[in-house]
């Protein structure tokens, strides 16, 4: 009796860590290809807010931070299009301490390297004459990290590839280059993997659209 | 098997369990204090899923999961976050909440009366980046030359300094990483406007008051100019210049760890090349040439404390002869030597509790020698009948000391308070030789002391208030001051505001007329100011008016043959309206500002007959500034028109017992275009380990004759206009730089 007492008790905990564990799995499976397809601004509010329930519920979760702050730095990159320079530094000041917490829980990751490029490249465009020396160094140091951590990474080539096909000739930009770099990502991402289903793997239908580009 | 079937039933009973209770629904709606609707709130129940984000009406609802007592926790920014203990059970539960702002720099109105401010923090107040300073052509590299372009400060081009609403350039005090700078500028030469001693690059940000300024600050009528130094480079680098005016080098060593660096630069500066080609209206005998050093250390104390320090030395020359206006045929030489020593060290940190500390020292020596005689044609040295008095010379030796200390406690949101000290030391002493070799020294030592406090009142978002009251006390005058300062800052809408400005400044009389045989007392200037901005998108419109008056002006007489204060008599007054429009928006890669300023203004001072509009004061002053980057280029192609209509002149005698005028008028209106081009072949390369940015510079570009003012004979017959030593100046300059990309250094006028 004592024994089989025991073993309702350990089941019951694996159990319920198990379901603890199911839902969160469940509800970033849930969230996570909406990443890829959410442009508009609120419904990138509203993504990056359930991602940040799910960060603060589980707190040891870098997943949950890493596209909190993803959400809002994609909403702020849509203020570049429409020239609404003023809105980007709010939008950043929130993305800040949620990318800080993603690399205090997971060191040393390709993905939140790429994410810190991508942070520090939104800063730069925001007021690029004043800021390129610093947000603009920095946001090349992040990128070079995120390759040399995993060079498999499509989304490295990606960032690289956006960066080459906007930046004007003048600056060391190049259509062909950057076309040439959003093949090679095209090909990392056929063969990238993700580590599972709610790890990043966002990218591919950017890549596929500047593919169609001239 | 039996085990496996308690196994199962506990696994169902649990999901079942969990799917039974999930049947709470939560809704309301998010609103601000104004009863607004705010959409992309979150709402969540702490520390689980469930939650939701407002939409455009501010509505929300979700189903929760979670049962029993749970905290409700309602958040967005820019609000204070709203937490609720709710306790769910079924049904539908209806929370309707309520937000308050948070006040934040972001969202705050800002005290920016009478400011502009140079930096990159993005502030209503902040109209210019620091990279103004630089790219603006009519500048030359020169700090003032910017802010020349702005409203408020004349384009006075026959001496240096900033002239500003109505004020003489000693109205305006130069800070330094929050002490005082004396020799802001190098060491005047008659009638020729002289250069800010300090390099543009090693100042982060700039806050150029015209008015209306903060209790910390003091001795200054007109005009507050408070300059920020930067704190560790980016990274290591070095750096090396040649332009026609001469060379540079310097280098900056980053800490590996990133917690201190250290550098030290030196430049020769030799105008011989510059004025073989452009041929200056003076006959130099010694070029100016000037040797400048400085180095500099900064150390971060903790995560918040930086402790700064910055040495300057510079020594320079320079011998002029000019065909002399009180004899034909005769020559006027006038040769000087200046050295100067400038140390500050400041230090701030962020104490517990929210208090803040910041503590700076600032210490000068500056010693000019100063010669003038008559020469022939052979350039012999002669002493005239009649005019012995224009060979003299000037030994004058300053040593200036000012320490101060600023303690901040942050309240509520952004409001503070903050007091503190200031104590100011300086030594003036002049040895006067006439050609006789008579000598007539004098000394003069000065002790002011400072207190003052502070607040800063954000009750909302909406609304800021700063006031503030100085005290002093000057041991020469053996009298005290207090001066209060008020300003106010009021939202009119997004990115709109009106500003008010009051305040009582108190200066000393200036060293120059001193001693004086009376007891004198502190001068004095009542400003308000009432300003409209609106900065939406990379435009900005400010509008100002003032009015300001003055009280104890000093008045000087002749006594021992020269002139020196003898009551604080004079009085004045100015008021005004100024007009800056900045547009980047709407041009691509082209930015430009126009400025305009009116002034009205009357004084009665120093050896004025009666109360007249001062020789520096200009009715309408106006400039367009433009910058224009071609990508294609890699150029950036700047120009400026500065416009000042004429001011008055006047030739005051002195007829035994009282001053009169021989002579007045009004100079003719001026005008300067400028143009500036920089290369930047480099900019861009990540890679690249060196950069390089080549100058052409032109100022004066059409060539357009500019009369600053009149000179006379001794004997009043004569007069000659007071113009630009070159109609045209052109600068050529290269600079490298190595290990560090400074696409923002367009241009570095070693100056």
């Known amino acids: ?214 | 098997m039996r085990k496996f079937k308690t196994f199962s039933a506990v696994v169902i009973s649990i999901i079942l369990f969990q799917a039974v209770s999930a049947q709470v629904m939560v809704k309301g709606i998010v609103k601000d204090n104004k009863g607004n609707p705010i959409a992309g709130a979150s709402i969540s129940i702490k520390d689980s899923y469930d939650g939701a984000t407002s939409d455009s009406l501010g509505r929300y609802s979700f189903k929760a999961f979670e049962k029993g007592p749970q905290l409700l926790v309602v958040s967005n920014i820019g609000y204070k976050s709203f937490e609720q203990q709710v306790k769910l059970e079924s049904g539908v539960l209806t929370i309707d909440v309520v937000l308050k702002q948070e006040v934040t720099e972001l969202t705050a109105v800002v005290l920016s009366a009478g400011t502009f401010e140079a930096s990159d923090r993005k502030r209503a107040a902040a109209v210019l980046d620091p990279i103004d300073i630089v790219t603006t052509a009519s500048a030359n590299g020169d700090i003032t030359g910017a802010l020349k372009t702005l409203p408020g400060a004349q384009q006075v081009g026959e001496s240096e300094g900033l002239f500003v609403r109505g004020g003489t350039a000693a109205e305006t005090k130069t800070f330094i990483d929050g002490t005082l700078v004396n020799n802001f500028f190098f060491s005047s030469v008659p009638n020729i406007a002289q250069f800010g001693r300090f390099s543009p690059f090693i100042f982060k940000g700039t806050v150029f008051s015209t008015g209306g300024y903060s209790a910390l600050y003091g001795q200054a009528l007109s005009s507050a100019l408070i300059l920020e130094s930067i704190d560790l480079p980016d990274q290591s680098s070095a750096n090396l210049g040649i332009s026609v005016l001469g060379i540079n080098g310097g280098y900056q060593h980053l800490s590996k760890n990133k917690q201190s660096s250290f550098g030290a630069s030196y430049s020769y500066t030799d105008l011989s090349l510059a004025f073989a080609v452009i041929k200056q209206r003076q006959d130099y005998s010694k070029v100016p040439a000037y040797h400048g050093a400085d180095a500099n250390f900064r150390i971060k104390t903790s995560k918040t404390g930086m402790l700064k320090y910055y040495g300057y030395f510079s020594s320079n020359r320079l011998a002029f002869t000019t065909n002399s206006i009180d004899s034909l045929g005769y020559l006027d030489k006038f040769s000087i030597q200046n050295s100067n020593v400038f140390h500050n060290l400041s230090w701030k940190e962020n104490l517990p509790k929210r208090w803040k500390i910041f503590s700076g020292i600032s210490y000068t020596n500056n010693k000019d020698d100063i010669n003038s005689n008559m020469q022939d044609n052979n350039k012999n040295d002669v002493v005239l009948n009649g005019l012995e008095f224009k060979e003299f010379n000037v030994d004058t030796k300053g040593t200036y000391f000012n320490v101060k200390t600023v303690l901040e406690k942050k309240l509520k949101g952004l409001s503070a308070i903050r007091f503190g000290g200031e104590y100011n030391f300086s030594y003036d002493r002049l040895i006067y030789t006439a050609y006789n070799n008579q000598q007539y020294p004098n000394a003069v030592k000065e002790h002011i002391k400072a207190a003052f406090a502070e607040s800063d009142i954000y009750a909302t978002n909406d609304l800021a208030i700063k006031a503030g009251l100085r005290f002093e006390h000057s041991a020469i005058l053996d009298k005290i001051n207090i001066a209060p300062r008020l300003s106010l800052a009021y939202k009119l809408g997004k990115g709109t505001q009106a500003s008010l400005a009051y305040g009582i400044f108190y200066q000393n009389p200036e060293r120059r007329y001193l001693p004086s045989p009376n007891a004198l007392t502190f001068m004095k200037a009542t400003h308000y100011i009432a300003q409209f901005q609106r900065s939406i998108n990379q435009q900005t419109l400010r509008v100002e008016v003032f009015y300001k008056k003055y009280d104890n002006l000093v008045k000087t007489g002749i006594t021992n043959f020269t002139e020196s204060a003898i009551n604080n008599n004079g009085f004045g007054d100015a008021s005004g309206f100024e007009f800056f429009w900045r547009d980047k928006k709407t041009i691509k890669n082209f930015d430009y500002w126009v400025s305009y300023s009116y002034l009205d203004t009357k004084r009665d001072f120093l050896n004025f007959p009666f109360a007249i509009t001062p020789n520096f004061a200009a009715k309408h002053t106006a400039s367009l500034v433009t910058k224009k980057f071609v990508q294609q280029l890699k150029m950036n192609l700047n120009a400026s028109y500065n416009y000042s209509s004429g001011r008055p002149y006047y030739n005051i005698g002195f007829d035994g017992t009282n001053y009169k005028f021989n002579d007045r008028g009004t100079i003719p209106d001026y005008h300067n275009v400028s143009f500036a081009i920089n290369y930047l072949p480099k900019i861009g390369k990540k890679d690249a380990k060196s950069f390089a940015v080549y100058v052409l510079q032109v100022s004066n570009i059409f060539n357009i004759k500019q009369t600053f003012g009149y000179q006379y004979s001794y004997n009043g017959y004569r007069k000659e206009a007071i113009v630009p030593t070159s109609r045209m100046f052109v600068y050529i300059g290269a600079f490298l730089s190595f290990g560090v990309d400074r696409s923002d250094e367009v241009i570095n006028n070693s100056l």
Not at chain 1, 73 to 89: H, P, R, S
Not at chain 1, 112 to 123: A, D, E, P, Q, V
Not at chain 1, 172 to 188: N, Q
Request: hydrophobic share 40%; with cysteine; aromatic share 12%.
């Open chain 1, 1 to 214: 009796m004592k024994k089989s007492f025991f073993v309702l008790l350990t089941s019951f905990i694996l159990i319920n860590s198990f379901a603890q564990s199911e839902k969160y799995i469940k509800a970033m499976e849930a969230l996570v290809p909406a990443v890829d397809t959410t442009r508009s601004p609120d419904g990138l509010t509203q993504l990056a807010n359930s991602f940040e329930r799910i960060a603060n519920a589980e707190k040891t979760m870098w997943l949950p931070f890493y596209y909190a702050a993803l959400c809002h730095i994609n909403k702020a990159n849509g203020y570049f299009q429409t020239q609404e320079l003023e809105k980007v530094d709010p939008l950043m000041e929130i993305a800040e301490p949620l990318l800080a917490k993603a690399e205090e829980l997971e060191k040393n990751n390709s993905e939140i390297m790429c994410l810190k490029k991508m942070f520090n490249t939104g800063k730069m465009m925001a007021d690029p004459m004043n800021r390129f020396m610093t947000f603009g160094q920095s946001a090349a140091q992040a990128l070079e990290v995120a390759k040399g951590l995993n060079p498999e990474n499509p989304r490295v080539y990606l960032l690289e590839g956006i960066d080459k096909y906007y930046t004007p000739e003048q600056y060391g930009g190049s259509k062909t280059e950057g076309k040439r770099l959003f093949e090679e990502a095209m090909k990392k991402f056929e063969a990238f993997k993700p580590a599972s289903s709610i790890h990043p793997s966002w990218g591919i239908s950017q890549v596929k659209y500047f593919l169609t580009l001239d």
